[in-house]
């Protein structure tokens, strides 16, 4: 069984609590670092939450988070000396982020480092995201041909393309087949070729992640190096959705699994229809009918598309959507832990009561 979270972030502030005598405490220097794609404000209000309810200085860097991992060390190396924190700062870092904390670790001290979610042994999505956004846009592309096909055969019977299209633009499909374009364009650019270090640098077989992280030497600078892993429940449905539109993936997950369900029901139903005798007509029902099922079936592999490409093709493992707990794996931590829950991965703002725990629990930080 998954382990969770130990205890919420409330009830380890009240056993944590210290009596009215005790002397004050120095605020500890966190440096939450975010991940690809994102910014400072990707965090959300979590660094100054915590920093009103622990003893910690939060910070807040914005690093050029797709440029080559060195870029990005660099960059957090000034931000520190910048802030006088070089040496005296916990290094949270989320995803992406978690590489940067490690190869600054690996350069000079530090009071601490943390990696959650991060892609420690790689990712595989960026190695395979763009066959998967050519799935999408074949499928949705698919989708509107076949539903413009038998709509306009069904009301006018045999047609040409001329008057399929025609169908098409009546119909408004062009706005979701644009949209589902967009989409497909949008991750294949932010999870793999589309910056520097997704193109060259996180893919599990690269120089990078096979040679020069595990040789990074942080565990000679740094003591305390927490791996923190995340699942999301029901990894293997709706992932396209959740990493896209978190808040309302369940709604599109339903609705894609209605429109399958719809598209199965019409196959039979066009398969079944009378011909009258007309062999053309018959024909027509059985080509109409196979599109259908064709469609139906490459609708319904998109949540095992989605899962093989966060996975690499050929297996579907326990992720958070964007990063299987196996690759997120630290293999040079002193500690680890393993949360889940319904969060996915673009998601961490939501998880303020876990970052709260690992602080407390491995890095001694305690509430004020």
């Not at 600054?104 to 530090?110: F, N, P, R, T």
Request: charged content about 15%; some cysteine; glycine content about 10%.
């Amino acid at each position: 069984m998954r382990p969770t979270a130990s205890a919420s972030l409330g009830l380890l502030l009240t056993l944590s609590g210290a009596p009215a005598f005790a002397f004050a405490q120095a605020d500890q220097p966190v440096v939450f670092v975010h991940g690809l794609n994102a910014n400072s404000s990707s965090w959300g209000s979590v660094p100054s939450n915590l920093a009103t309810l622990l003893h910690i200085v939060s910070y807040t860097p914005t690093l050029p988070s797709t440029a080559y991992y060195e870029t990005q060390r660099d960059s957090l190396i000034a931000y520190l000396s910048r802030n006088s924190i070089s040496n005296s700062s916990i290094l949270f870092g989320w995803s992406n982020g978690g590489i940067d904390a490690r190869l600054v670790g690996g350069q000079q001290a530090l009071a601490g480092l943390a990696t959650y979610a991060s892609p420690n042994r790689g990712a595989p999505i960026v190695d395979d995201v763009a066959y998967f956004a050519s799935d999408v846009a074949g499928i949705v592309g698919s989708a509107a041909l076949t539903a413009a096909d038998f709509l306009y055969y069904a009301f006018h019977g045999p047609e040409d393309d001329s008057d399929v299209w025609a169908a098409l633009e009546y119909a408004g499909v062009g706005t979701v087949t644009d949209a589902a374009y967009g989409y497909a364009y949008t991750i294949a650019n932010q999870y793999g070729a589309g910056s520097a270090v997704g193109g060259s640098e996180m893919g599990p077989s690269t120089t990078f992640m096979t040679s020069t992280l595990p040789s990074a030497g942080e565990s000679a600078h740094v003591s305390t190096r927490v791996g923190v892993t995340w699942e999301t429940d029901d990894y293997y449905s709706g992932g396209m959705f959740k990493i896209a539109t978190p808040t309302n993936a369940d709604d599109w997950t339903s609705a894609w699994l209605f429109a399958t369900g719809q598209a199965y029901f019409f196959a039979e139903y066009v398969a079944g229809l009378p011909d009258y005798g007309d062999g053309d007509i018959y024909e027509e029902h059985l080509v109409e009918a196979e599109d259908l099922y064709i469609l139906a079936d490459n609708m319904a592999y998109l949540d095992e598309d989605w899962c093989e490409t966060v996975s690499g093709y050929g297996a579907c493992l326990a992720s958070d959507e964007v990063l299987p707990v196996y690759y997120q794996t630290y293999d040079g931590a002193t500690a680890s832990t393993n949360f889940g829950g319904a969060v996915v991965h673009t998601n961490e703002p939501l998880q303020q009561d876990e970052i709260g725990s690992v602080l407390q629990t491995y890095f001694n930080v305690t509430s004020r």
